[in-house]
């Protein structure tokens, strides 16, 4: 079974920048669909980022031109840059891996698999 393992989480500024790492083992991110999920306090789970294993990408509309996913085969390493930080961006980001067949690329229940989260705070 897969292990995700986030890193990079901190806190910062608002209009600072971050970049999340999601070290997978077990588990090559060049054979498969990742992603990224964020969970604020009182909030549900929300799709952030995805990258596809053609190499197609989806972001939420909160984070467009703001956030870019991508990953380094040769590391077998995902990211997340996340730049022009907001404080509504504040909460616990988690990685994904495994999309289940049928499912939208950033709905909640889409991944069999999930790391145990980095916390991101932004401060205004």
């Known amino acids: 079974q897969a292990q995700l393992v986030e890193s990079g989480g901190g806190s910062v500024q608002a209009g600072g920048s971050l970049r999340l790492s999601c070290a997978p083992s077990g588990y090559a991110v060049s054979k498969n669909s990742m992603a990224w999920f964020r969970q604020a306090p009182g909030k549900e789970r929300e799709g952030v980022a995805a990258l596809g294993l053609s190499g197609i990408t989806k972001y939420a509309d909160s984070v467009k031109g703001r956030f870019t996913i991508s990953k380094d085969n040769a590391k077998n390493l995902l990211y997340l840059q996340m730049d022009s930080l907001k404080p509504e961006d504040t909460a616990m980001y988690y990685c994904?891996?495994?999309?289940?067949?049928?499912?939208?690329?950033?709905?909640?229940?889409?991944?069999?698999?999930w790391g145990q989260g980095t916390q991101v705070t932004v401060s205004s």
């Open positions: 994904a891996a495994s999309l289940r067949s049928g499912y939208g690329y950033l709905s909640n229940d889409a991944y069999r698999y």
